[in-house]
């Protein structure tokens, strides 16, 4: 009688290094398609200078990853978090929220006034995201899926602008 071991994968999210930006970028390229570029929210994240960064590694392969992204937003230091992207496979597993968990730890450390983004407030407001009606980006964007989350400040009123 035989014993079947089952393979267990292991699951790790580390910070982004230079060596994984070949493998994100083809990750997020998989998860978006070309229309990201024409998005508003690209516009930001072309300028901005990189705060940090996450991926997830399954068994060493690159399955998701997140950034954060330098911004001021009225006068005030914040930070844009996108994109949020997660290989096919690995989707419906909370892999999502494990990053967005992440960079909500990172933005904290930072001392940031809060995290912009635009997204659904459906998925964003179970970690505490709330529309911020006052915040505009230079792009069109639906008004209803830019959201803050307040760090150290309520939801500032103005521009949003790459640091």
């Known amino acids: 009688m035989s014993a079947s071991l089952a393979t267990v994968s292991v699951l790790r999210i580390v910070p982004e290094i230079p060596a994984d930006v070949g493998e994100v970028d083809r990750l997020v390229l998989e998860a978006f398609g070309p229309g990201r570029f024409a998005k508003t929210a690209e516009r930001i994240r072309e300028r901005a200078r990189l705060a940090a960064g996450y991926v997830a590694r399954e068994d060493g392969r690159l399955v998701g990853s997140v950034r954060l992204w330098a911004i001021r937003v009225g006068g005030v230091d914040a930070v844009f978090l996108g994109p949020i992207a997660v290989a096919a496979?690995?989707?419906d597993r909370g892999l999502g929220a494990d990053l967005v968990g992440a960079c909500m730890a990172?933005?904290?450390s930072l001392g940031v006034a809060g995290v912009l983004l635009v997204g659904d407030l459906s998925y964003f407001s179970r970690f505490g995201f709330?529309?911020?009606p006052d915040v505009k980006l230079a792009g069109p964007v639906?008004?209803?899926?830019?959201?803050?989350?307040?760090i150290n400040a309520s939801a500032p009123q103005g521009l949003a602008l790459p640091a």
């Open 142 to 150: 639906d008004p209803k899926r830019l959201l803050w989350l307040n």
């Open 89 to 91: 496979e690995a989707r």
């Open 106 to 108: 990172q933005a904290q």
């Open 130 to 132: 709330e529309v911020a």
